[in-house]
């Protein structure tokens, strides 16, 4: 007999759908090659590009040796975190070598943005995808051929088009970029099988140095990647996966729509972010339960219209301080470079797929927050969902494997970005900014509590053939008096109200560790009924202990709601970022584009702590490069002096 049947959960299981999506509807035609004037297309060195267009002083990590390699002519192939500064690496050695860099991409929905924000630092960029027609096709195609084109973005399935490759061997290409190159790996879930024919490349263009570029960290798909592009001779770059302006907080989840409310009003308010949740119908509400709060929110789920998906994944874009609320299909590609959070608010699937979507936050090296609420319920539906989904066990041992790594992470009492960054190979140092180090939990000794709920489940199933899930148990332990324990009865086995040592959320806690631990068991029934397992078998004879996580109290709130990229700064140079920020939001509006793309929030904080007075001024800081310098200037100084 089983009982505890749990609401049927619609998952979200279709894969991202948004690659080849229309374009978002613009206020202004679909502009395909930037309108500026021919600018000089070579530039002495690396160092030169760098300042002159993109106002930066420095290289970051191996970008140097990177872009040396590839601007010698050679291949690479870099891992790098999201963030990390990838699109340098290859931007900057088709402004230096002779010829068009030709960029392979599977984000068709974000190349507008991405020639956009090229444009706007004087880069002559353009693509071609599905999404134009013959007219603006044929104008990319003239620019390519008449070498007025410093980067060309392409969609791999172009590829396949024999036209393309022809129109390819017709002009100079300076270098192959393989962006998103973990797409070439039949296990990731992003695998797109037109990324399989891009050994071509090699094949057809030998002399055309590539560079293939991942945010993707795991031995198994850097591998994949070298052997399936034929990248045996390409130097490889793995950098540091660390995050270190994001905060990773991982919280026992108890109203999880009223804790995101609170902590977006008390740390992030105004802030733009991401909100995943599994369903679909989660999506639906919660984004609807934020806007009745006054957040605005919108939804993103594969199950939306694609001209509704595209117009607010837009919107998100373009507007300052949009919550996004969507399922996994969102995420892949977007390089807004201010977004200050992203919440969890039911457990991912694995510590990998965590780590891509936490890392969309804080691209601009700003703190931002990554925060998870994760409960009991999560753990019984996602083992619920492994025992009956499709594959053979192999594959079910591994998504079992993904899912005990992520509960590990989830209930470690250790920093969770050292547990992070050893699932991907790395070492490191208790790192002060997570919730474990700022706020340590205890761990104690939970063997009895545990052998009290196990001898439960055991006794259910020996003496009266039942299982249940934890709910009625938590009742048994707890003495309760209800309807089903009377109905059952359940007052009369030998574990009713042994449990009163704890309260009921401490006893959920129990068990969804021992669910963690592999000491207690989701039954295959589909019910979330729980049985025990043959490790339980140790713990209840009293020959292995349990060690339990105890959840800290709960922070103290900050002393004033603050957004987390202000923190630090000054008092009075907040009313001064925020004049610079809505300048720049008229500004973007008028131009229909994202406002990252006028200038970074990094950008206009280094602007508004250093008060410029003089063009030359500006000029130095980080993210003014020549372009801009001459088109926003004169505007910002007004900004300032007012
Ligand atoms: P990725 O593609 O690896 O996620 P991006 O190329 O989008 O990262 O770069 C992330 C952010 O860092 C962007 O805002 C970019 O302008 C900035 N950035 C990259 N390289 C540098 C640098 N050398 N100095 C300053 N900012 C940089
Ligand atoms: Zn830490």
Known sequence: MT?????????????????????????????????????????????????????????????????????????????MPTGGGKSLCYQIPALVREGTGVVISPLIALMQDQVDALSAVGVRAAFLNSTQDAGQRMAVERAFLEGELDLLYLA???????????????????LFAIDEAHCVSQWGHDFRPDYLQLSMLHERWPDVPRIALTATATEQTHKEIQKRLQLENAKHFVASFDRP???????????????????????????AGIVYCLSRKSVEQTAEFLNQNGISALPYHAGLDSKIRAANQSRFLREDGIVMVATIAFGMGIDKPDVRFVMHLDLPKSVEGYYQETGRAGRDGLPSTAWLAYGLQDVVQQRRMIDTSEGDDAHRRRLGQHLDAMLALCETVECRRVQLLKYFGETSKPCGNC????????????????????????????????KFGAGQLIDILLGRTTARITQYGHDTLSTYGIGSELGEQEWRGVVRQLLAQGLLAVNGDGFGTLITTEASAAVLSGSRPVMLRREPERQARPSKARRTALADLPDDIVPIFDALRAWRAAEAKEQAVPAYVIFHDATLREIAAGKPTTLAQLGTMSGVGENKLAKYGEAILEVLAN
Do not use: M
């Not at 002495?44 to 191996?62: E, I, Q, S």
């Not at 791999?156 to 300076?174: G, H």
């Not at 509590?449 to 003496?463: D, F, G, I, M, Y």
């Open 435 to 466: 919730d474990t180090c700022l706020n340590p939990p205890e761990a104690w000794d939970g063997t009895i509590p545990a052998q009290k709920l196990l001898s439960t489940v055991v006794r259910l199933a020996r003496e009266r053939n039942q």
């Open 245 to 271: 302006n994001i905060q990773y907080r991982i919280a026992p989840k108890n109203a999880p729509q009223q804790q995101l409310l609170e902590l977006l009003r008390s740390e992030h308010p105004g802030d």
């Open 156 to 174: 791999p399935e172009r590829l396949r088009v024999s036209t393309t490759a022809d129109l390819l061997d017709r002009a100079k290409i300076a």
């Open 3 to 79: 009982f505890g049947a749990e609401e049927e959960i619609p998952w979200d299981l279709t894969p991202p759908d948004d690659f080849d999506a229309p374009p978002p509807p613009a206020e202004r035609e679909l502009v395909a090659v930037s309108a500026v004037a021919p600018a000089p297309s070579r530039y002495a060195d690396p160092a030169d590009a760098l300042h002159t267009v993109f106002g930066y002083d420095a290289f970051r990590g191996d970008q140097a040796e990177i872009i040396q390699q590839v601007v010698g002519g050679g291949d690479a192939l870099v891992l």
